[in-house]
């Protein structure tokens, strides 16, 4: 199995958990729908592309950390199960826009991904090599 397709799925899972974990505890999907909502999903997406040009300026480095386990598991938990515990903490207020902020950034994963995988967008690995 190849590394993107690896990560593909520890993050469909992340969202899958999370997409039906945070309905158990309460919180309806359509409350994502408001405007702190959606704005919180937009902080979550940049949140998303930052780590991932963080990580494509130091792709070895990456590559080492998101080798150990550990990394990709304790992140993937941290996500699947970051947004369901904010609803059993504080379903009426924090918890939805945790929520939203964590689809936000699982969102523009899958379209980061969707966009390399189609060759529309180079890896992020040559995003900052020296190019003639």
């Given amino acids: 199995m190849t590394d993107r397709r690896r990560d593909a799925l520890l993050a469909l899972a992340a969202t899958v958990t999370l997409?039906?974990?945070?309905?158990?505890?309460?919180?309806?999907?359509?409350?994502?729908?408001?405007?702190?909502?959606?704005?919180?999903?937009?902080?979550?997406?940049?949140?998303?592309?930052?780590?991932?040009?963080?990580?494509?300026?130091?792709?070895?480095?990456?590559?080492?950390?998101?080798?150990?386990?550990?990394?990709?598991?304790?992140?993937?938990?941290?996500?699947?199960?970051?947004?369901?515990?904010?609803?059993?903490?504080?379903?009426?207020?924090?918890?939805p826009l945790v929520v939203a902020a964590l689809l936000g950034g699982l969102i523009a994963y899958f379209l980061l991904l969707a966009g390399v995988c189609s060759g529309v967008l180079a890896p992020p690995e040559t995003w900052f090599t020296d190019r003639p």
Avoid: K
């Fill in 19 to 95: 997409l039906l974990t945070a309905p158990l505890l309460g919180l309806e999907l359509a409350r994502l729908t408001g405007a702190a909502s959606l704005a919180a999903a937009v902080v979550g997406a940049a949140g998303a592309l930052g780590i991932e040009l963080t990580m494509a300026r130091r792709p070895s480095a990456a590559r080492r950390l998101w080798a150990d386990r550990r990394v990709r598991w304790g992140g993937t938990l941290l996500v699947a199960l970051g947004g369901p515990a904010a609803v059993a903490v504080d379903g009426g207020g924090v918890g």
